[in-house]
């Protein structure tokens, strides 16, 4: 029985292949191959990806990436502009983790799902 992923492992391993190719024939320098399997030197910022159903989905915050759709990111966005979040969280500091500690080199963000995560959101 074929697994549901096998499509996509062979599509990734193809694209990987051609990306490798293109080094070898000398059409893409390694740093554009690394641009696109995103490799990045340092510390990695944040990126977002519109996900086959719509949402947008942050990568780079945490170990899994933060899923919203738009009303939903709007929604957050209005919520930590009115400075509600800070102050929140400022009232609330004693009892809020800081999550993992921090690796030199890298940004302490761990724990920003939890928060994002406890922010209402509506059901789609």
Known sequence: MASRNTPNKATAYQQLAQIVDGIKQEKISVKEAMNKLQIRDGPQRPYAKVS??????????SK??????????????????????????EHNKDRISHGRKKVEGTANTSGVSDVVASVETENV
Do not use: C, H
């Open 64 to 89: 899994d990436p933060i899923v919203l759709y738009e009303s939903q990111w709007n929604r957050l966005q209005k919520t930590i502009e009115s400075g509600y979040l800070r102050k929140y969280m």
């Open 52 to 61: 086959r159903s719509g949402a947008v989905a942050l990568f780079g915050i």
